[in-house]
């Protein structure tokens, strides 16, 4: 049933983000990419809030399967910034600096990378000879 939770969830967050980022597009205009920054900006606060609302120790009792929902479904269809900026922000309360700066600088340098081998593949691909 976890599966079902999340995926209705990710059906959701997927929505969400088309609709946000096409919305700031089309009122900043398509030049810098503010769409996509909004969403992972509000992903990171909604995820951040959620996790923190639903702590163990917190005042509200959240069911494994709501958290389930909101976060790996809706926040993860949304955004998966959002799941990276909360495990960010745990290492940093945790105080494990070499972890964050590793974190950071790895998941961006490594995702533009792979972003450039796969557009290189796909360009490699689609060459007509």
């Known amino acids: 049933m976890a599966y079902v939770w999340v995926a209705i969830g990710g059906a959701i967050g997927s929505m969400a983000r088309y609709g946000c980022s096409g919305l700031v597009a089309r009122i900043a205009g398509d030049t810098f990419p503010f769409g996509t920054m ?14 923190a609302l639903s702590l163990p120790e917190g005042r509200f009792l959240i069911p494994p399967p709501a958290r389930l929902f909101v976060m790996s479904g809706i926040c993860g269809g949304y955004t998966t910034f959002s799941t990276f900026s909360l495990e960010t922000f745990n290492l940093i309360r945790d105080g494990e600096w070499p972890s964050v700066v590793a974190n950071i600088a790895g998941s961006v340098a490594l995702c533009l990378i792979a972003v450039w081998l796969g557009y290189i593949g796909a360009l490699t691909l689609s060459r007509v000879e």
Request: glycine fraction near 14%; proline fraction near 0%.
């Open 38 to 51: 909004v969403v992972n900006v509000t992903g990171a606060a909604v995820i951040g809030f959620f996790a």
